[in-house]
């Protein structure tokens, strides 16, 4: 503060009115709330039609929801002069669009305030529209149309993007009309340690043609860019990206793998408490009670859950188990190797240990070995880029689910994906360097 400059206190200036072209003339300023009386600083009496001067006829209120000032909701009524030119005729009111949309309800001030306090401050819809004192679709549809023109349309968000994660999602539990969508992630800045990954992209659907489609609708510049993919197990995203970016790498995602070996002792754990016990697991059954147990990495069990495990396998019985356990560890072990070639080691011995002669009576295993081995090239592609994973995206998918949790809006998916973009899009910084 000992730099400060000080003049005269300003109104118009404090609460960034002179931007938008206007002087304030009056304030009611109270405790809950703010008025400001102002008008357009420059008066234009110019007629458009003939060039004449026109006389000021009178003044039409107009009120417009704007920045709060401090936390009191802050209304502008602007008088908006109405010319009437003597010479022709014409009359008219004076141009309002440096302050405000055409029928807008919030001035741009407003409105920007507004897209910060949600990009930026994660401020919920209901947040903003009290602050605002406007109604919750009036706050909304403001802060979509304002962000999806500065920042979700902005091309550059799709520069130097090297690595994307797709993956599917349900976005709504629903039984008509779509209920998956496909969400594409930028993972550069995790492959490159610059960052968190971000959103890119979400669009309805969740089949090859959908992620396809997607691809197709880029810049080649953005396809020729993409080297490394990261995707699920099943879904035909591999086909997709084999037909329309040939040269990029496709990687099966850790979180998948693990996600399956996990799977596979679940359904094993299952299959053989049926088999001994007769019934589906209940709370006082060792394999019930061991089932969260069983899925901790061996690194992070603690004594007790040790001493579980070791119980659990001292009898035959749940030998099946063991093994499929076993091979749980194994996945997560390769993925936790710091050393990346002993870690490609340790999966392809794995893939092969599993994808060929498992008894038959292990059938869960059998069945994890066969999906390994058919996508054995993209399993171990990961070791050769490692951080392509969706995994670290958590982020993002809490986010998601967050804005799903609040779906009361969201009828529309594309308000949901503006919403989701613009939240979890990486647009913090762009908002914090001085975008408006
Ligand atoms: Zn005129």
Request: net charge positive; hydrophobic share 40%; proline share 4%.
């Given at each position: 503060m000992s730099n400060a400059t000080f003049t005269a206190p300003c109104l118009s200036t404090f609460c960034e009115l002179d931007e938008l072209g206007l002087v304030v003339t009056r304030q009611d300023v109270r405790r809950r709330e703010a008025i400001l009386e102002c008008r357009r600083a420059e008066p234009d009496p110019w007629c458009r039609t003939c060039g004449a001067e026109a006389k000021l006829r009178d003044t039409v209120p107009r009120r417009l929801a704007h920045t709060p000032f401090g936390d009191r909701p802050t209304t502008l009524l602007i008088r908006v002069r109405r010319y009437a030119c003597d010479h022709c005729g014409r009359t008219w009111r004076e141009d309002m669009t440096s302050v405000a949309e055409p029928r807008g309800k919030i001035s741009h001030g407003g409105v920007s305030w507004a897209l910060r306090a949600v990009v930026r401050d994660h401020l919920t819809i209901a947040r903003v529209a009290e602050h605002l004192r406007v109604s919750w679709h009036t706050a909304n549809d403001a802060v979509l149309s304002e962000g999806q023109r500065l920042l979700v349309n902005d091309p550059a968000r799709f520069e130097g993007v090297t690595t994307i994660g797709v993956d599917e999602h349900i976005w709504r539990h629903v039984r008509f009309k779509e209920k998956y969508v496909t969400v594409i992630i930028d993972l550069t800045p995790i492959r490159n340690g610059t960052g968190p990954s971000r959103l890119l992209d979400l669009v309805p659907g969740r089949s090859k043609d959908v992620f396809r489609q997607w691809l197709r609708g880029q810049s080649p510049s953005f396809r020729a860019g993409i080297d490394v993919i990261a995707m699920d197990g099943f879904t035909g995203f591999k086909t997709a990206a084999a037909e329309v970016v040939p040269d990029a790498t496709a990687v099966m995602d850790p979180f998948h793998v693990v996600r399956l070996a996990g799977e596979c002792v679940d359904t094993t754990r299952q299959r053989v408490q049926q088999q001994i016990l007769g019934h589906r697991g209940r709370s006082g059954d060792p394999l019930y009670q061991a089932r969260r147990t069983l899925l901790t990495g061996l690194d992070l069990l603690n004594a007790r859950q040790f001493d579980r495990i070791d119980a659990l396998f001292a009898t035959d019985d749940h030998v099946e188990v063991e093994m499929a356990w076993n091979v749980y560890q194994k996945v997560i072990g390769a993925y936790r190797e710091k050393n990346k070639k002993k870690a490609a080691k340790k999966m392809r011995r794995l893939i092969e240990a599993i994808g060929t002669a498992v008894p038959a009576a292990l059938v869960e295993i059998a069945k994890l070995g066969r999906t390994l081995r058919r996508r054995a090239a993209d399993v171990l592609a990961y070791f050769e880029h490692p951080?392509?994973?969706?995994?670290?995206t958590e982020a993002i998918n809490g986010r998601l689910e967050h804005l799903r949790g609040s779906a009361l809006g969201f009828r529309n998916l594309d308000h949901y994906r503006l919403r989701a973009l613009l939240e979890t899009g990486g647009f913090r910084p762009a908002l914090h360097s001085g975008l408006r």
């Amino acid at each position: 503060m000992s730099n400060a400059t000080f003049t005269a206190p300003c109104l118009s200036t404090f609460c960034e009115l002179d931007e938008l072209g206007l002087v304030v003339t009056r304030q009611d300023v109270r405790r809950r709330e703010a008025i400001l009386e102002c008008r357009r600083a420059e008066p234009d009496p110019w007629c458009r039609t003939c060039g004449a001067e026109a006389k000021l006829r009178d003044t039409v209120p107009r009120r417009l929801a704007h920045t709060p000032f401090g936390d009191r909701p802050t209304t502008l009524l602007i008088r908006v002069r109405r010319y009437a030119c003597d010479h022709c005729g014409r009359t008219w009111r004076e141009d309002m669009t440096s302050v405000a949309e055409p029928r807008g309800k919030i001035s741009h001030g407003g409105v920007s305030w507004a897209l910060r306090a949600v990009v930026r401050d994660h401020l919920t819809i209901a947040r903003v529209a009290e602050h605002l004192r406007v109604s919750w679709h009036t706050a909304n549809d403001a802060v979509l149309s304002e962000g999806q023109r500065l920042l979700v349309n902005d091309p550059a968000r799709f520069e130097g993007v090297t690595t994307i994660g797709v993956d599917e999602h349900i976005w709504r539990h629903v039984r008509f009309k779509e209920k998956y969508v496909t969400v594409i992630i930028d993972l550069t800045p995790i492959r490159n340690g610059t960052g968190p990954s971000r959103l890119l992209d979400l669009v309805p659907g969740r089949s090859k043609d959908v992620f396809r489609q997607w691809l197709r609708g880029q810049s080649p510049s953005f396809r020729a860019g993409i080297d490394v993919i990261a995707m699920d197990g099943f879904t035909g995203f591999k086909t997709a990206a084999a037909e329309v970016v040939p040269d990029a790498t496709a990687v099966m995602d850790p979180f998948h793998v693990v996600r399956l070996a996990g799977e596979c002792v679940d359904t094993t754990r299952q299959r053989v408490q049926q088999q001994i016990l007769g019934h589906r697991g209940r709370s006082g059954d060792p394999l019930y009670q061991a089932r969260r147990t069983l899925l901790t990495g061996l690194d992070l069990l603690n004594a007790r859950q040790f001493d579980r495990i070791d119980a659990l396998f001292a009898t035959d019985d749940h030998v099946e188990v063991e093994m499929a356990w076993n091979v749980y560890q194994k996945v997560i072990g390769a993925y936790r190797e710091k050393n990346k070639k002993k870690a490609a080691k340790k999966m392809r011995r794995l893939i092969e240990a599993i994808g060929t002669a498992v008894p038959a009576a292990l059938v869960e295993i059998a069945k994890l070995g066969r999906t390994l081995r058919r996508r054995a090239a993209d399993v171990l592609a990961y070791f050769e880029h490692p951080g392509t994973s969706n995994g670290p995206t958590e982020a993002i998918n809490g986010r998601l689910e967050h804005l799903r949790g609040s779906a009361l809006g969201f009828r529309n998916l594309d308000h949901y994906r503006l919403r989701a973009l613009l939240e979890t899009g990486g647009f913090r910084p762009a908002l914090h360097s001085g975008l408006r």
